[in-house]
C-alpha cells in the first residue's frame, strides 16, 4: 500500500511538475532571489573578498546561469505548454541551470577578481539549491495550475447542468399543468360519474350475491378514485420541489481566503520540515560541512516539533481564541531558532562560519510562513475541486429525478388523454350504463353477474393503469 501511495505521489509530481510549471517566468524570479540569499551566505564564509565584490561574482553567475536557462528551455522544454515533459529532461535543465550559475561564479572570482577558488562548494551547492527549489516550485506552481484548471472546468459544467436543470423544471411545471388539467377535466368527472353509478345499482341488489358483487364494484370504484387521489397528491410533490438556480455556479468561484489576511490560516508541518530542512541542508552543508548538516537536521526536528505542537494544542480551542494565538506561532519559531543557534555549542556542535541568530530566526519565520502560504493555497484548491465535484453529483441527480419526474408527467397525460386509462373509464361507464338500461327493460333475464364481472375487470385493469405510471417513487 505504502508503495502504491509513493508511486501514486510521483505520478503527481511528474503530472504537474514537467508540463507548463516545469520553468517559468514567476518561478524563475522568485527562485532568483533564494539563490541570491544562499549565494550571498556561501561567499560571506570565505571571506576572501569585500561584501561589494561578493555581490559582483553572485550576479555574474546569476545572470549566465539564467541566460543559459532562457536558451536550454527554448531548445529541450519548448513544447512543455502543450504536453508533458520526460522528468530526466526537466532535472537535467534544473541542475545544469545551478551547475553553470556556480561554474561562472567561480571562474569569474578566479580570473577576473584573482580570488582564490571554491569550484566544488560554489558549483555543488548551486547545483544542488537549483534543482531542489525548481522542482518543488514547479510542483506548487503546477497543483496550483491545475487545481484552477479543474475549477474552471468544473464550473463551466456546473452551468451547464444548472441551465439544463432550469429548463427541465420549466418543462416540469409545464407537464404539471398540463397534468393537473387533464385530472380535473378528463378523470375528475367521470370517476365522480362512475361512484354515481354504482350507487345507483343498490336499488337491483334483489338478492345477497347480487349485493355481494355491487358492493365489489362499489369497492373497486372508491379504491379507483382513491388511487387517482394519490397520484394528484404525488404530481403537487414533485411541483413543490425547489428549482435550481444557475447564481449557486456562479458564485462558486475560487477564493483564497489568505489574500484578504495577513496569515494563512493553518501552520504548515510537513511542508514547513521540507523547506527547512532542504533550505538548511543546502545552507549549511556549503557554509560548515557536515557538522551544518548535522545542525540542520536538529533545528529541522526541534522546529517542526514545536509546529505540530502548537498547531495540535491550536485546533482544540474555539475558533475565537484561535486567531488571536495563531500569531505567536511564528514568535515561537523565532524564539526556539533563536535559542537553538545561540546555544548550539553547548550541545557538541561546532560551526566554522555560524549565522547570527537573529538571522536565522528570522529566515526560519518566512520558511514556514511561505511553506504555509503555499499549502493553504493548495489546501484550498482541493477543497474547492472537491465541492464542485459533489455539487456537480447532486446537480446531475437533480437533472436525473427532474427528467424522470418529467417523463412520468408525460406518461400521466399520455395515458389520460389518450391511453389505455381513459379507454378503459370510459368502457366501465358504458357497461354501467347498459347494466341499467338492461335491468329497467329486461329486469331479471338479464345476465347481471356477468355484467358485473366484466365490469370489476375493467376497474382492475383501470388500478392497474395508474400503478404502472405510478408517480410516487418520484416524488419520495
Known sequence: QNYCQMKLKFHLFCTVATGRWAVSLPSAIYLAILAFIFALEREASFNDVPNYLSIKIILSGLLASYLYLFVIQALLLKSRKVKLQKLNVCMFVWASTGFVNGLIADLYAKYALNSPSHLIVRVGGSTLLTTISFALTAFYFGTV???????AAL??????LAKESAGLSVEQKNAYEQATLRFEMALTPRVKQLQELTRTLDNYATSDERKIAIANLQAQAEQLRLKLNEELTAMEKLHRKESPKLSEYENST???SYRSSLLPAELSVRTSFV???????????SRNGPSGALASLL???MLTTFLFTFRTALHKINQFSRKTIYPWAYVGVFAVEYFYTA????IGIHLNSPFQPWYTGAKVVFAVYLSSVLSQLMIENNESVLKLKAERVMRKKEISELSESSDNLKLFIKATNFGNLQGKISGVIFALNMLKDELNSRGSNVDFDRYVQDTNLLLSESIWEIRNF???GSSD
Open 470 to 472: 405510478s408517480l410516487q
Open 299 to 301: 533545528a529541522s526536528f
Open 343 to 346: 546555544h548550539m555549542t553547548s
Open 145 to 151: 495550475a491545475k487545481g484552477k484548471v479543474e475549477i
Open 155 to 160: 464550473e463551466s459544467l456546473g452551468k451547464i
Open 254 to 256: 475560487f477564493k483564497s
Open 275 to 285: 523547506v527547512l530542512f532542504l533550505g538548511g541542508l543546502i545552507g549549511q552543508i
